[in-house]
Structures are given as C-alpha cells and as structure tokens.
C-alpha cells in the first residue's frame, strides 16, 4: 500500500572543534563554553530527509537531544526544509553516553510514529557511529549504515540502501522502520532558501520532551551509561629527531644514511 | 535492566569477521591482542565465528591462538545482515557470559558493534588505539584520543558486562599461525530464523581491498593537496610507496577512504612515512607512530607535524614533492622523466 512517510532525521549540536575545552573533574567535554554548531555529517542526513520527502511524500521531523540552546540546530534543518522539530532536553540527559542516547531517539521515534530514521554517519566531537544502529536495536528495527545511495519502494514499505563496505559496495533493501545512517559526504546538502530560513529563525517553535515523557527518566543520563571516563593522559609522544633541513639534497642523503632510499 | 554481577562473566571473546569464507585481517590482529589481554588477566581467548561452512576459519583461529572457537553455522548468516548476527550474539552473552569483547572496527564491525551493544546493554567503545587491563580491578582499559585537544582518554565499564571495544584495522599485529596448535572448537545452537530478518541484500560488489597497513614506504596527503594528489602519488611512485591520506582529505573526496591513515582510519608501521600537507593532529599520528622514519613537507613551519618528524622540509608541497621525486630517482641511479 503507498502512503506518506514519517521521516524523522536526527541532528546533534557539536562543539566547535577549535574552541573545545575538557571537564577536568569528570573528564567529559565541556561543551558550555564552546561555540555550538550542527554536527556536519547531519547536512547529508538532513540532504537525504529532503531527497526521500520529494520521492514519496510526507513530513520530516528534525529531532536532538541537548540542552535548550540545541533548538538552534532544530532551527538550522527547519530552514532548510524540515517540517517540524522535537527537542529532548532534561538535566536527567546530561552525561549519557551512546546506550542512553540511543534509546531517547529510539523512542522519540516511535512517539512520531516514524517510518524511517535517518542519521548522519557519527558527530564529529564524540565519533563513534554507534547511535544510529544503537536506535535501530532499542526497537527491533532495521538499520542501514554507510549508506551511500537511498532509493524508496512505497510499494513494498521497504528503503532500498547502497551500503560503502571494505572493497566496494552492497545493495540491500530494509523493511520499515528503518534507521539509516548516511556517509559523511555521500550527497551535496542545499542552501536554505530564505523564506524558510526566516520562518525557522522567527515563528518555529519545537516540541520539547522530558524524559519523563518519554518514559525514560530511569534508565538515561550518567548514571545509566555503561562507559565512563576513567582517566585522561597526555598522549605518550614518540622519540624524533625533528631535524628541519634546508633542502632536498641533505633529505636524500639522511634518507641514504638511514638505508630507507 | 539491572546491573549485573561482573564477577559472573569471563573470557576474553573477539569476533571474527568474515566474508564468503574469508576472515578479515582485522580480525586475526585483535585476535593477537586478545591473547595478550587473556593472559594478562589469566582468562580464556574465545573467538566467535559466524556464516556458512566456516570451518576453516575455526582452525585457523586456533592455530592464531584462541583457546576455544564458538562456530554458528547457518546459511541465514550469509551474507552479513546486523539482524539475523545481532540475535544470535545477544542469545551466545545471555548464555555465556563474555567478560570482553573486541570487534574490528571496519564497517561491517562497527555496525554490528553498534547493534549488540544495546540488547547486552554492553559498555561499547569505538576507535580504541590502546587496549589494557587494569592490575587491580581486571577492568579493560579501552584509550581512545580526545576531540579537540591532544589527550587520550581511558574509558571503562564498571558495572556493565561484556566491555566491549572496536579497533581499526593496523593498530595490532596479526599472529603467525602455529600449525598444530591445540584448542576446542564448539559449534553452537543457532537461534536465529527468518522472523528475525527484515532485510536482504540485493547485491554485492566487493573489489580488491587496499591495504596500506604493509606497506613498507607511505606517502600521505592531507588538506594542503588542495584537490591535488598528484605529487604525492608521483613520490610514492619514485619510492616504491603507498599513496595514503589525512582524514580531512578522504573527507573531501581526494583520496578513497581506504587510504585513511589515522584513529579512524588505518595505523600503518611502514620503514619509511612521508606526511606531505598534514597538519599533525593527534588523530592522525596515532596512525602513523609506529612508523620508523617519518619526514614531513609543509609550508607551516609551526605545524605540529614537525614535532613528530625526524626529517622535515618547511617549504611548497607542489614544488618539494616533485623536485624530491626527481632527486630520489636520481639517487637510485633511475631516468628523471621530468
């Protein structure tokens, strides 16, 4: 049976990786004193929403989980062409690592009723690419990861995925729902045009949850991570000569010297 | 869910990638590494193998070191789908237990790794260029390098079972295989079927892999190509080398992303590692430290690269590559073509 899609695409608001600083107490990023930017791997996600949204019809909601100032990267998809925005924020969220997050937008998810999840490939401040298949298992859903290409089947409720493995590529089609994180790159994201723009800036309004309401006030933040930071080092540098040389010829001969030319 | 009791798991446990009847390199690294962790905490290596007449696989990984292989063999793990492996994972840690778990952090990896961490509520972490045992406590003690700065952090898992980590391909050393070697090989109950899978795999192109993880000389390049390779491939050819490239210049599509040297690409230990435009972060050097001899070219003479080379020429990549190309292959008694 054809029908409308709920595309629910999740953005996450990074530190600027140039203005980062580290909680010397816990060892987690600070990221209050950063500048805040959306994550760049979720323009493709954000790209591919849209792409998907004009093949087979539907809406797009923009979700994140963060502090009230992530309305900002909710802002940023909704200029671009996202219908809607719903922002997880409570204090109960702070410190989560991969396993609680997951499960705030695993079930965001299911309270929008959605089809189909699409991600950016990881964030750039944590790097991990574990949330998108880590929602994909809190519900029992299918998940299509380093994914390259998307090409809907309305007909069969199925998303058909190219898949970037070691050494080439697969096609692999995915019953609804489905969690799909997209490659970093994988689409060229488009400009916001400024009607929507100014709309997003001035009249949007996002949906805010608690984790209560979404049930999950148990089971996130610190306290319910598995992982946590057990110690920071300063990396152990190698031994070098850090010889600057004023030209090629004296390189070519070190190199000789050392028998690697 | 509850939190378990730690001390009820045991054995180090390493899954072993495979495709149509072949294991993945990684996988025979980290194989190497979990002997090393076992012994260190007096436990059991256990690899887990899964797929269609893998047999061979089995053996090979005693014969690599494990103590013990856990085969599921079923024509429904053919080929990888997160489903129908996820399943069968959560049920084999439901029933025995895994202390550690370590998993190649290829794509294939990290998506599995990412699906079975969440049913076990495993403690999961990615990219891990060090892996230890806390004396003490037993505990893995995963290190990966810090966002944004120049730090590593320790990660654990403390009162969740398995610990479970992925590494990238090159930060371990495979182990010879050692023909005779004596272990157990178990097959388990498979319990998966098709209700469990809600995808297919229409197609599967799968070409040569690169690797540049044995490459005796590697000459990367980074943001400084400017869309650019050519002089570095034009060195790496006067070298006999290995073309490789930061993770910013995959990112920009200048390089495929098999050439990625770095915490989220490959960690390579070549004789000879020329760094050509690349700045030096520390995600990028944990890639390249176990290189012998490392030169770096680039036109900043304060970047941190230099601090991490033994031979550095402050200077135009676009004018040193080619001219240090020239100069190598006069030196080899070779034809300048240029």
């Known amino acids: 049976m054809t029908r409308e899609w709920n595309i629910v695409v999740c953005v996450k608001q990074v530190p600027d990786a140039d203005d980062v600083s580290i909680d010397p107490e816990t060892g987690t990023l600070n990221r209050s004193d950063a500048a805040a930017v959306l994550n760049r791997p979720d323009f493709n996600a954000i790209e591919a929403a849209l792409e998907l949204k004009e093949a087979v019809g539907g809406t797009i909601t923009a979700v994140t989980m963060g502090p009230p100032f992530a309305r900002a990267v909710l802002e940023t998809a909704v200029g671009l062409g996202a219908d809607d925005g719903a922002l997880l924020t409570d204090r109960a969220f702070g410190g989560s690592d991969t396993w609680p997050t997951s499960l705030a937008l695993a079930r965001i998810s299911e309270e929008l009723d959605a089809d189909v999840v699409i991600c950016g490939e990881e964030s750039t401040d944590s790097s991990t690419g574990q949330v998108p298949p880590g929602i994909a298992a809190h519900n029992g859903?299918?998940?299509?990861?380093?994914?390259?290409?998307?090409?809907p089947d309305p007909d069969n409720d199925e998303l058909i995925g190219v898949r970037d493995i070691e050494g080439g590529h697969e096609k692999v089609a995915a019953g609804l729902p489905v969690v799909v994180a997209i490659e970093f790159g994988a689409n060229e994201p488009r400009v916001a045009g400024l009607h929507r723009k100014i709309f997003s800036e001035t009249e949007f309004e996002p949906t805010e949850y608690t984790a209560a309401d979404?049930?999950?006030?148990?089971?996130?933040?610190?306290?319910?991570?598995?992982?946590?930071?057990?110690?920071?080092?300063?990396?152990?540098?190698?031994?070098?000569?850090?010889?600057?040389?004023d030209s090629i010829d004296e390189l070519v001969e070190a190199l000789q010297e050392e028998g690697v030319v | 869910m509850a939190d378990v009791d730690p001390d009820d798991y045991e054995g180090v446990w390493v899954f072993i990638e495979q495709h149509d009847g072949e294991?993945?390199?990684?996988?025979?690294?980290?194989?190497?590494?979990?002997?090393?962790?076992?012994?260190?905490?007096?436990?059991?290596?256990?690899?887990?193998?899964?797929?269609?007449?893998?047999?061979?696989?089995?053996?090979?990984?005693?014969?690599?070191?494990?103590?013990?292989?856990?085969?599921?063999?079923?024509?429904?793990?053919?080929?990888?789908?997160?489903?129908?492996?996820?399943?069968?994972?959560r049920h084999l840690v439901e029933a025995r237990k895994p202390d550690i778990v370590l998993i190649g952090g290829s794509h294939t990896g990290r998506d599995f790794a990412g699906r079975v961490a969440v049913p076990t509520k495993a403690g999961l972490t990615a990219d891990c260029t060090e892996l230890d045992i806390e004396p003490d406590t037993g505990l893995l003690l995963a290190k990966r390098p810090t966002f944004g700065g120049d730090a590593m952090a320790t990660i654990k898992c403390t009162t969740h079972r398995p610990q479970m980590a992925t590494v990238r391909g090159g930060v371990f050393d495979a182990a010879e295989?050692?023909?005779?070697?004596?272990?157990?090989?178990?097959?388990?109950?498979?319990?998966?079927?098709?209700?469990?899978?809600?995808?297919?795999v229409i197609e599967r192109v799968v070409g040569e892999v690169t690797d540049i993880?044995?490459?005796?000389?590697?000459?990367?390049?980074?943001?400084?190509?400017?869309?650019?390779?050519?002089?570095?491939?034009?060195?790496?050819?006067?070298?006999?080398?290995?073309?490789?490239?930061?993770?910013?210049a995959v990112e920009e599509g200048w390089a495929e992303a098999a050439r990625q040297v770095g915490q989220t690409g490959k960690t390579v230990r070549p004789t000879l590692y020329v760094a050509v435009g690349i700045s030096g972060a520390i995600q990028h050097l944990e890639g390249m430290n176990d290189s012998e001899i490392v030169v770096a070219i680039n036109s900043d003479e304060n970047a941190p690269i230099f601090e991490n080379a033994d031979y550095g020429i402050v200077g135009d990549l676009f004018e040193v590559c080619p001219a240090l190309a020239d100069a190598i292959r006069a030196a080899k008694g070779e034809e300048v073509t240029q």
């Open chain 1, 214 to 245: 979404l049930g999950i006030e148990d089971q996130v933040g610190l306290a319910n991570s598995p992982t946590s930071v057990g110690g920071m080092d300063t990396a152990d540098p190698v031994e070098r000569k850090k010889q600057v040389l």
């Open chain 2, 23 to 89: 294991a993945a390199k990684v996988s025979w690294e980290l194989l190497a590494e979990g002997r090393v962790l076992a012994d260190k905490k007096d436990d059991r290596l256990i690899a887990l193998v899964m797929g269609e007449d893998v047999s061979h696989i089995a053996e090979e990984a005693i014969e690599r070191g494990a103590d013990e292989v856990l085969v599921a063999e079923d024509p429904i793990f053919e080929p990888y789908l997160p489903e129908p492996y996820g399943e069968q994972f």
């Open chain 1, 141 to 151: 859903w299918s998940q299509l990861t380093y994914v390259e290409e998307l090409e």
């Open chain 2, 213 to 248: 993880t044995d490459a005796d000389v590697v000459v990367a390049g980074g943001y400084g190509m400017d869309g650019d390779f050519g002089p570095v491939e034009d060195l790496a050819d006067a070298l006999d080398g290995e073309v490789a490239a930061s993770r910013e």
């Open chain 2, 177 to 200: 295989r050692e023909p005779g070697r004596e272990g157990e090989i178990q097959s388990v109950e498979v319990v998966v079927d098709e209700s469990h899978v809600h995808s297919r």
